[in-house]
């Protein structure tokens, strides 16, 4: 069902790693720096969509959460974006896969099974509704 290997990246590959490489490191710093930021009002601009609606986008809360997570805060954190602490911890793994693929040369080349891209696809979609809902029907922020 799931195959893995690791080969020599093809330029699609290699700009992928450099992304996830990159773009996740990044994106750690500036959570652990939001507290910072946010006093010296330097955060990037709030969500177009909850300016647009007045109503939280299914991502509305991930940059708070993750700076409480950096904080040890996961009660705060769930509360903030109900998958935030799932995706904080999963991003460590995606950040150093990336800065490993970047420095080796190497890329993991994933193949997933075509049911098995479906069930992955629904439940991440689930998931994503899920957490929606409480932010807007229980949690209110």
């Not at 996740?24 to 939001?34: C, K, M, P, Q, R």
């Amino acid at each position: 069902m799931i195959s893995l290997a690791v080969e020599r990246p093809d330029p699609e590959a290699r700009a992928r790693d450099t992304f996830l490489g990159v773009a996740t490191t990044a994106w750690l710093g500036y959570t652990y720096l939001y507290p910072v930021l946010s006093i010296a009002h330097t955060t990037l601009p709030t969500c177009p969509f909850l300016l647009l609606t007045g109503h939280p986008c299914p991502f509305c809360g991930g940059t708070r959460s993750f700076s409480a997570m950096w904080r040890g805060d996961i009660l705060h954190a769930a509360r903030l974006y109900p998958l935030g602490p799932l995706f904080f911890a999963l991003t460590f793994p995606v950040a150093a896969y990336g800065i490993w693929a970047l420095v080796s040369g190497r890329s993991l080349s994933v193949t997933i099974a075509r049911p098995l891209q479906r069930t992955i696809t629904v439940v991440a979609v689930l998931a994503i509704l899920g957490s929606w809902s409480l932010k807007l029907f229980w949690f209110g922020n």
